[in-house]
């Protein structure tokens, strides 16, 4: 039990020290990203220096996704336990999403069940999961002419769930078990850390997310929160 009373604290502690270093990092990466766009634009620059530069901003991009991706898991208020509105945040993920899927041309459509079910967590992350979620979704519709994502909140009498559906790319069976595995991705700008930080989340809440997926025909998430918490 000591031991892992321990592990628990360690976790915790690198946790917080993840994200105020995640935190730290993202401002520097700005600074540099700004000169170099500076220098780009510089007269009497040669067409291999601004090959360099093009490739030095990508990277810095690249470790700004990664950080994005990744910091929710790290948050320091780690242990903050909050009543959630299912529906309230999923309503104000959907809206902080719209002009993402706007840009893409993806409709999105939130069918909130009648009763509002309330569950304890930490709001942000629970967000985050979401958020991650979703963008995968207006990601996976990219090649399809009317996409569409639609999102239901169910309830009964023990858990509380949210379901993501979209008419995208789909997954094979072997793609759909890759899933959360670290930095697997099949994006050519992707992390592979957006599904990875999602079951921790989900996981740690005591909650799970399931997956079905068609290729070619689309995939539904479901995740499942207990109520009693
Ligand atoms: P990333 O988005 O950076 O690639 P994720 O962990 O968020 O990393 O997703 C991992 C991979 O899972 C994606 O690259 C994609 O191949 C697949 N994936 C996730 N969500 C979907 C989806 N809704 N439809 C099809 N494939 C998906
Ligand atoms: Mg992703």
């Known amino acids: 039990y000591q031991r892992e009373v321990q592990r ?8 917080e020290l993840a994200a105020s270093v995640a935190h730290e990092i993202r401002n520097p ?5 700004g000169f170099l766009q500076m220098l780009y634009g ?3 620059i040669t067409r291999e220096q601004q090959k360099y530069i093009d490739i030095s901003i990508k990277e810095l991009d690249q470790s700004n996704r990664i950080i994005k991706d990744y910091l929710s898991l790290a948050k320091s208020d780690d242990n903050l336990l909050e009543v959630i509105e299912i529906n309230f945040e999923v309503h104000a993920v959907v809206e902080a999403m719209s002009s993402f899927a706007l840009m893409n041309s993806v409709e999105i459509n939130f069918n909130p069940n009648v009763k509002s079910v309330q569950i304890k967590g930490n709001k942000s992350k629970f967000k985050q999961v979401l958020l991650n979620i ?8 990219e090649l399809t002419p009317s996409g569409r994502i639609d999102i239901y909140t169910l309830e009964d009498e023990n858990f509380a769930t949210v379901q993501i559906k979209d008419n995208g790319c789909g997954m094979t069976e072997t793609e759909v ?10 994006k ?12 921790k989340i989900i996981e740690a ?12 025909i689309g995939s539904c998430f479901t995740i499942a929160l207990p109520r009693s918490m």
């Open 42 to 44: 510089a007269e009497n």
């Open 29 to 33: 990466l700005t600074t540099a990203k």
């Open 8 to 15: 628990a604290e360690k976790l915790r502690i690198v946790g």
């Open 134 to 141: 979703i963008k995968n979704g207006i990601e996976a519709l």
């Open 188 to 199: 050519k700008e992707g992390t592979g850390l957006g599904m990875m930080v999602c079951y």
């Open 177 to 186: 078990r890759d899933l959360g595995l670290p930095f697997y991705s099949t």
């Open 205 to 216: 809440m005591g909650g799970k997310i399931t997956v079905t997926s068609k290729k070619g």
